[in-house]
């Protein structure tokens, strides 16, 4: 499952975020957003869990949560809209 992060504090990283997630399970893999001119974070990112169940537990545990005096916002990621589906 691919999971939306937002509201992150600008100084986490990928480490930082496959660290906070793998205590629910195994992540196959973390990104930050970057600004791609300046490299800044963007301030969100997407987890990618391959079992289900568990990205569904943390959604749950950490929507809403404290990480780095930031209120997360977790959700499951709505796919991409490309330029013809809108």
Known sequence: MNIYVGNL??????????E???????????????DKFSGRSKGFGFVIMEDDEQAKNAIEELN????????????????KKDNFNR
């Open 20 to 34: 906070v997630f793998q205590e629910f399970g195994t992540v196959e893999s973390s990104k930050v957003i970057t």
């Open 64 to 79: 809403g949560a404290s990480y780095e005096d930031r209120v997360m916002k977790v959700n499951e990621a709505k796919p």
């Open 9 to 18: 504090d600008y100084k986490v990283d990928e480490n930082d975020l496959k």
